[in-house]
């Protein structure tokens, strides 16, 4: 069974970077097809959509956040990686690890999700 898991820090400060790492087990990143990529979820908002990273090493990004986010891969370690820099408290969020065949919708695979909070 795929198995998507999130970590990194709980909580950033202001005007710092924030860097997520998801592990995937039992299926390479490198599957043809599939895109890899993070979802949040603020309080009291609906999810959104941050970038993905497809199976060739394409990278996509929200055009929202593009100019904070990077969303890079290490296929030695069957990982994606997440880095929003200048995070604001707004920026405060469950991150979740998502998969699927499409860029942007329709994701098949989460992980658990983690608390990412922005704050001095």
């Known amino acids: 069974q795929v198995q998507l898991q999130e970590s990194g820090p709980g909580l950033v400060k202001p005007s710092q970077t924030l860097s997520l790492t998801c592990t995937v087990s039992d299926r390479s990143i490198t599957s043809l097809y599939y895109y890899w990529g993070w979802i949040r979820q603020a309080p009291g908002k609906g999810l959104e959509w941050i970038g993905s990273?497809?199976?060739?090493?394409?990278?996509y990004t929200s055009p929202s956040l593009k100019s904070r986010t990077t969303i890079s891969r290490d296929t030695s370690r069957n990982q994606i990686t997440l880095q929003l820099t200048s995070v604001i408290p707004e920026d405060t969020a469950v991150y979740f690890c998502v998969s699927s065949e499409y860029v942007s919708r329709d994701f098949g695979l989460w992980g658990q999700g983690t608390q990412v909070t922005v704050s001095s």
């Open positions: 990273i497809h199976y060739t090493g394409s990278a």
